[in-house]
């Protein structure tokens, strides 16, 4: 009997929703009948995923915030500008280099106190495969820079995180988890204000938008590590000529997201994954922020929030159940289970190497004799095949990039909105916070609403519809902007229940439920007004 489970309901494991098949270029097959899961896979699945939520007992939240860097010159960001900031904001706040590239360069930061297993801190080092991720590289030398103390009390004891992900062209924070999000503001600030100030003598800076807007200018090369490399490889396994996929692979060094993840116990597992993979289409009138500008050769409706495309038609998207969001959730533990079987993998780890692969849903990877990944020979150059044998220990490489995601700390991660202005950047974790403080009042709301439902579209089409700067005719405006304000007074409240003022983070949401706008509709009009991207540029990075 599978351990979790009663003996009643140990007599079969199944579930309504048909077999998936992963068809070449990403396509998905629906077949129809049941499908059960074996009891060896069930137990995995349940202790990586599921279990970690039963030792939950308070909401606690680790916020990531991620920021492209940019030469103000219009020129490529020099790396050697990053390096000297690693340095200098390694001497003024005390964090120590944990993690390089194969020439030595650190691309991580870390405070001693930092405990790998917490939301928020580094992203998760068993999944290398996300950009951004923090895994520590087997090639990186052994040895850590000096430090010197920090100016803050409270930060030298945060445990929190500086990396860069992808590329030199990306900068991420990564928060030691909390219960105060306002004493996270202070420290955010700090760091800030310091790095802004370093990249700023040398005509860099950080700004708050999802999409570099010098991207153009920059040098698309992946950290020089093993597990960028294999990363970059793998997006790059997609066949250019293939509508399905967009042609950037490298998205991942100019996409830039604000995450959060939130501690959700046990029994509110279902209900957090439901309800908040149906408040995506609000969140994208409230989030959206990051323009790509379409290739000439390719024009089509303008997405304020690129991001989804780029993440959906890529290799990540390969199997569609990894990104985005479903049309049905699951209903029950057995339900997300098999749900998490179908979930694809397309990393491993052998004898120190990075292997990726064409992804594979896990269920059948484990029944598979063999797989043929391809990792980087550091002494050739170049990359070479290794066929290996796949093991239950692999799942700690098994991890899926969708909206609302469920992790192994015992954490949803809601990863779908953009980079945002500097001075609202705290808005994302205040907003999700607050909601999961009050979701049984968000999940009533969501079921009776009529501006966006009710219009024969479910949460992945009016998601979609909702990225867009035009929306389609049957969106009420009115009733919009009705149900989106009712949606942050349900943050409010749950924030002001926490007692400790966090609510005022919400403050510049309501602007933009009212004026139903956001980042990059703002910045597309100003455009369209003549003001210079160098302004918003500066604009956008403003505290």
Partial sequence: MCYWRTEAAAQSLRCDLPP??????????????????????????????????????????????????????????????????????????????????????????????????????????????????????????????????????????????????????????????????????RRFKEYYRFIRAELLRSEHSLTGMGINPHRAYNRPEPISNARYRMLYHFLRRCDAADSRFHPWPEFGMFCSASQVQIDIPYHRLLQTLDVFERLEPFKAVLFANSVLDAPAHNPGPTLLCARDMLWERSMQGYNPLNVGISERTPQSIEDLLVFLGRLSIFCARRDGRFLDFVPIPFAEYLEREQVIGTFFDEKSGAFREMPFVPEAADIAYLRSYRHCDLTFRGTVEFRSCCAQPLGDTLSVAAFHLGLVENIDALGALLDADRSLYGHGFGAPELRRLMVLRLWPDFVDRAALREQLLAILELANAGLAARGRGEEVLLEPLYIRAWNLSNPARELLAKREQGVPLATLIHLYAEL
């Fill in 20 to 185: 998936v098949t992963v068809a070449p270029c990403g396509t998905i097959e629906m077949k129809s009948g049941e499908r059960t899961v074996s009891e060896a896979l069930e137990n995995l699945l349940f202790e990586r995923f599921i279990e970690p939520t039963r030792q939950v007992t308070q909401s606690y939240a680790g916020v990531e915030i991620e920021l492209p860097i940019v030469n103000l010159r219009r020129e490529p960001v020099d790396f050697e500008v990053v390096h000297a900031l690693s340095a200098a904001f390694s001497a003024a706040f005390d964090f120590e280099a944990s993690d390089w590239d194969a020439e030595g360069a650190t691309t991580k930061l870390v405070k001693a106190s930092t405990a790998p297993d917490e939301p928020g801190s580094a992203p998760d080092a068993a999944a290398p495969d996300e950009p951004g991720s923090t895994a520590p590289d087997a090639a990186a030398p052994s040895s850590t820079a000096p430090g010197s103390t920090a100016p803050d009390a409270a930060a030298a004891s945060s445990g929190d995180v500086v990396t860069y992900d992808c590329s030199y062209n990306n900068l991420e924070i990564s928060f030691a988890r909390t219960d105060d999000l306002l004493a996270l503001r």
